[in-house]
């Protein structure tokens, strides 16, 4: 990256941050939460446990817990209904109609047309692994959330090391 691309992104997450007000944010990551415990619950009640080449690939990119893990095969990611976090979603870009895959720490939501798709189940169990490393719901969406809101998504940090990761991973090994 040369000198005038991080005076850029300096400015533009300025810019971004100012834009979105603290408090707003402050409002924002209960829900957040709150809706994000809800889901994990009805992915681990519906889901499926990993496979054992899908728990090798959670172990390869730091799982503790791969055996809490349930990957639950949906028509469409669930999105949102309160209308401030619908609204977030939709700006983030984070929920939309064509997401393909959603972590809530171990509910892993997957649109069923991708249930094969092993980069795709590596990528969100990465983001399991980062529930896991920052210590559950509220520091991962606090973090995750705050870098999608200021950076954006996809280019946020946390969300670079998934797509980055699961490519390494899957170039590197077949299964
Ligand atoms: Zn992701």
Not at 84 to 98: F, G, H, M, N
């Amino acid at each position: 990256m040369d000198v005038p691309d991080i005076l850029l992104s300096y400015f533009s997450f300025r810019l971004r941050f100012s834009s979105y007000a603290q408090d707003q944010f402050e409002i924002l990551l209960p829900l957040a939460c709150e809706w994000a415990e809800v889901k994990e619950k009805v992915a681990l009640e519906n889901g499926v446990p990993l496979s054992s080449a899908q728990a090798e690939d959670a172990k390869r990119v730091g799982v503790i817990h791969p055996e809490r893990v349930k990957i639950f095969a949906v028509p469409q990611i669930p999105i949102p209904r309160h209308p401030i976090l619908r609204s977030a979603a939709e700006e983030t870009q984070l929920i939309t109609p064509a997401t393909d895959g959603l972590t809530l720490r171990y509910g892993i939501f997957i649109k069923s047309s991708f249930l094969n798709d092993r980069r795709l189940i590596v990528h969100e169990l990465i983001h399991t692994s980062q529930y896991e490393k920052l210590g559950g719901f509220l520091p991962f969406l606090r973090k995750y959330l705050m870098e999608c809101i200021t950076i954006g998504y996809p280019e946020a940090p946390m969300e670079q090391e998934a797509i980055r990761l699961s490519m390494v991973i899957c170039a590197d090994s077949k299964s």
